[in-house]
């Protein structure tokens, strides 16, 4: 693409000097840095400040992001926001990313309604952002990775391959248990070691035991290496096609659903993803509190140079550090006070002050703190403008800005302080306890969840209302405890990996049993076997089951049927598989299921809307679907704005108004 380009530009150009045309240079590398996780990993202290700007050994992530891909040869990054947008904006336009001297021009693209990767990738696709190769990341990354011989390789492929590569994913080698790797983007990957063309990507959390496809031992490929010793770094170098691929399918919603269904959907989309693998250098994604620490005491222990306190990268006269042995590193007016130790791994921000016999390790402190005498200190990471009182212990744990903790009070390790909070006196926090000034109670509004102002009127209302627990966060205390340890957003996503395994072995199943004509009654062995396998809800089963039927004319033929021919192609495969879903569909709840499933089927391929009468129709006469199931489904309130506008379809509301005379027949009959 940046070859016709340039091509384009040469044709306009008048003729050249010489022997032939000059050429003219490629377009400029682009970046699309995603400055919102679209989780909530990091609540409670995300609520108050936007986790790109959380401070990384007193450094904002972003900032660690664009340094990155400034170093790497980035000329234009896109940076697209949504959760308090107008703070990540300010902070940009006062930094160096936003002068007139930076090689690196940052554009904001802000909007409320991104609620995943999917949604700014369809819009960089819309608005056309992208002209060729481009770099696509988070604003949570932390590296001092050279892209270039990864993006030569990339370049080099789609020459030789005609485009057919797609993206190439950058990993380093990480032995498993590293302190840097975590446990949620743990991996497997399956690959061509001959070509690094990645094969099959599944994450690991929560798995006992590993599946493979058995036709990645079958095909031709000579060498398949399969690899658990990587760190997926969340660095990516893609092609224009990638947005274009996400606009075409609204199932993929992050990096992980487009990597699977590429893999998976390789020989009909012709697509292939290829990764680059490397040894010395640093890449993480902070994910979690655990990678917050391990990434900062990286920082400080100088794993990321030339990226450490000392060198200043953001050019920020507040961010200037002495440093000495022991990696412990000093800033401006910083005042220790007698008999105080900084032991090894220490960063102090700038006028901060400490007491007398204080013993600090491993740890980070902000700008303007105060910390009290007699206070231990170890894997403690404070905020700005943080009091710390007297005969304090704090192990392994963060204390957001402006927070206060009182005399004698003791956080065992993973606790955190969101700002402003105060704790104490006398107190021991147990290990995980997290205290924020939000109450953990507060229902927001779907709609406004990721706004900046969502919500702030109501917790203040709270406050007012609701007073603090001092069993919790002490006489003097200030904040309502939250749950430690939250892991529901964990199982959420351990069940999406497991569901969409599930239903690529469903379709495998099915794909099998029409070649090999195998019987419904073996096939509903074979699927309830995975059922209790993968730990799949009969919900969760009629909705796979319905939606991989659907799609397997679209899978098997060609993915842009027209709805007549997409019907006459699903036809015979319900008549077929009718024993299949007479299986699992019993109870009312079961025909609503699988209607649902059907509707969001059809709300995601809308050029085959046509059809969906004469489908709902050849379900109720194989007798899968019960009419007034049917009818009560049609007229469900609880439906979205598309849902509505697919039910005014004429057809389908003929469909409707059959049964209903069918059935007003059928009543009057039984009355007489």
Not at 342 to 367: A, F, W
Request: aromatic letters at 8%; proline letters at 3%.
């Amino acid at each position: 693409m940046a070859a016709r380009g340039a091509a384009r530009r040469a044709a306009g150009a008048g003729p050249a000097r010489g022997s032939g045309p000059q050429e003219e240079p490629p377009p400029p590398l682009q970046a699309v840095l995603v400055a919102d996780s679209f989780n909530r990993r990091f609540f409670p202290i995300s609520k108050d400040r936007p986790r790109a700007l959380l401070p990384m050994a007193n450094v904002a992530m972003i900032d660690y992001t664009l340094e990155f891909l400034t170093a790497t040869g980035v000329e234009e990054t896109f940076v697209f926001c949504c959760w308090k947008s107008a703070e990540i904006k300010e902070h940009l336009q006062k930094s160096k990313w936003c002068r007139h001297s930076s090689p690196n021009t940052v554009r904001f693209v802000t909007s409320e309604l991104y609620r995943s990767l999917g949604d700014v990738l369809r819009d960089v696709d819309a608005k056309s952002l992208v002209r060729s190769d481009f770099i696509l990341v988070t604003g949570d990354v932390v590296s001092n990775f050279n892209i270039s011989k990864a993006l030569e390789e990339h370049k080099l492929r789609r020459k030789m391959e005609k485009n057919v590569s797609v993206m190439t994913m950058i990993f380093k080698e990480s032995s498993p248990g590293h302190h840097a790797r975590c446990k949620e983007d743990d991996i497997v990957i399956a690959m061509d070691s001959a070509t690094n063309r990645i094969l099959h990507y599944q994450r690991t959390q929560g798995l006992k035991r590993f599946r493979f496809p058995m036709s990645l031992f079958q095909n031709s490929i000579e060498n398949v290496e399969v690899r658990h010793d990587l760190l997926d770094c969340h660095i990516s170098i893609c092609s224009p096609q990638v947005a274009e691929l996400f606009t075409d399918n609204f199932d993929y919603q992050t990096r992980d659903d487009f990597v699977r269904g590429l893999l998976v959907n390789e020989e009909v989309l012709g697509n292939q993803i290829h990764m680059h693998v490397t040894t010395e250098e640093y890449g993480a994604h902070i994910c979690n509190l655990q990678m917050y620490e391990a990434v900062c005491s990286d920082i400080i222990r100088r794993w990321v140079y030339p990226l450490t306190p000392e060198m200043n990268f953001t050019d920020d006269k507040n961010q200037s550090y002495t440093h000495s042995k022991h990696n412990v590193y000093r800033g401006v007016d910083v005042c220790l006070g007698h008999g105080s130790v900084l032991e090894e791994n220490v960063l102090i921000g700038q006028g901060t002050v400490i007491g007398s016999n204080c013993s600090i390790k491993n740890s980070v402190i902000g700008q303007n703190c105060r910390i009290g005498d007699e206070v231990r200190l170890d894997g403690a990471f404070l905020w700005d403008r943080v009091h710390i009182a007297d005969n304090v212990e704090i192990c392994h744990s963060v204390i957001c800005d402006e927070a206060e903790v009182k005399e004698k009070v003791k956080l065992k390790p993973r606790c955190v302080l969101s700002s402003q909070v105060v704790v104490g006196p006398g107190i021991t926090l147990s290990e995980g306890t997290v205290i924020s000034l939000h109450p953990p109670d507060e229902e927001e509004e779907d709609d406004d969840q990721f706004s900046d102002d969502s919500g702030m009127n109501k917790e203040e209302s709270k406050v007012k209302l609701k007073g603090y627990n001092k069993k919790d966060v002490g006489s003097e205390g200030r904040g309502y405890l939250w749950k430690a340890d939250d892991k529901n957003e964990d199982d959420e996503e351990e069940q999406r990996q497991s569901l969409w395994v599930f239903q690529n072995e469903v379709l495998g199943t099915l794909q099998r049993g029409e070649e090999e004509n195998i019987s419904c009654d073996n096939l509903v062995l074979e699927i309830n076997s995975l059922k209790y396998a993968y730990n799949i809800g009969l919900k969760e089963m009629m909705q796979v089951l319905s939606k991989v039927i659907l799609e397997f004319p679209l899978q098997q033929l060609d993915a842009n049927l027209d709805s007549q021919n997409y019907f006459s192609a699903l036809l015979p495969l319900l008549k077929n598989w009718t024993p299949l879903f007479k299986n699992y569909i019993k109870r009312a709840s079961d025909h609503l299921n699988a209607l649902f499933a059907i509707e969001e089927f059809f709300l995601e391929h809308d050029s085959l809307c046509t059809s969906i009468a004469k489908v709902l129709m050849t379900f109720y006469q194989l007798e899968i679907l019960e009419e007034d199931v049917i009818l009560n489904w049609f007229s469900s309130r609880d439906t979205s704005d598309k849902g509505k506008q697919l039910r005014k379809n004429q057809r389908l509301q003929k469909f409707i108004q059959w049964l209903e005379e069918a059935e007003e027949e059928s009543s009057d009959g039984d009355q007489d």
